[in-house]
């Protein structure tokens, strides 16, 4: 994906190099990896790419932040989520990050997704499948060990998205694919004893309401992103107390 009706909605990004087989991308002005002060006495890291680091909306409408601001809602405190996510990783590049990062500490939950950029690179199943079961134990090392503290969030189907229009493969082809890689995901999940959540139905919403996208005409708007901080956050407060 490169340049759409003469507007380059995005260049991807790796955390040293721009990739030009990736999915598009913009420069987020987040920092990929978000480090702040103490604010509450829970703490949380999130695992991803581009939809986790929230591309294309404010950091606030991000899903790990409109997460933080849900948990709070409910009595639980929550510090600023510490993010280790970049807009265009696959399931290698996230878990050299990790390495890279260096991060020592534990923390009370940790979501992770990841696998969009996978599939569109076409990469072989059975590479995701074992990358991802290897994120999945560093997830839980992260939780020290405590699987119920750690949440699956399935890949969202962009092939409904104005940009997918212009992809060589069909809407049907790229939800065929996506629904392999989350039924992958889910299995090694539940089979780890971890939560796993389907947003995808709901990512697919956003064919006939184009609220749900961001105006890169790709990623989800933050009006998505609440709709999957209302699946998830019932599940982390069942055991973050």
């Known amino acids: 994906m490169k340049f759409l009706s003469g507007m380059l909605l995005f260049s991807f990004l790796s955390s040293v190099c721009t990739k ?3 999915m598009p991308a913009a420069v987020n002005p987040v920092n990929p990896f978000i480090t702040t002060n103490p604010t509450g006495n829970f703490t949380y890291l999130a695992l991803g790419d581009s939809y986790t680091i929230g591309e294309s909306v404010k950091q606030s409408e991000s899903f790990p932040y409109q997460l933080q601001t849900a948990l709070k809602g409910d009595n639980r405190n929550v ?4 993010i280790i996510a970049v ?31 996978n599939q569109y690179r076409g990469y072989p199943l059975d590479t ?7 994120l999945l134990q560093t997830a839980i090392g992260f939780a020290g060990g405590r699987k119920t503290r750690v949440f699956v969030i ?16 069909s809407a049907q082809t790229i939800a065929s ?5 989350n039924a992958a995901a889910e299995q090694i999940a539940t089979s780890a004893g971890v939560s796993f959540t389907n947003i995808t139905p709901d990512s697919r919403m ?3 309401d184009i609220s749900l996208i961001a105006g890169d005409a790709l990623h989800p708007s933050g009006k998505m992103y609440a709709n999957w901080v209302n699946a998830l956050a019932p599940k982390i407060l069942d055991v973050v107390k």
Do not use: C, H, M, R
């Open 128 to 134: 995701y499948k074992k990358e991802f079961s290897e």
């Open 206 to 208: 956003a064919a006939n």
């Open 20 to 22: 030009e087989n990736n």
């Open 177 to 181: 694919e996506i629904d392999a890689f």
């Open 154 to 169: 399935s890949i969202p189907d962009w092939g409904v998205t104005p940009f997918a229009k212009n992809y060589s493969k």
């Open 79 to 82: 510090e600023n989520p510490k």
């Open 87 to 117: 807009t265009g990783w696959t399931t290698d590049e996230l878990q050299g990050a990790i390495k890279q990062a260096k991060v020592t500490d534990k923390f009370d939950f940790v979501t992770l997704l990841i696998g969009v950029n």
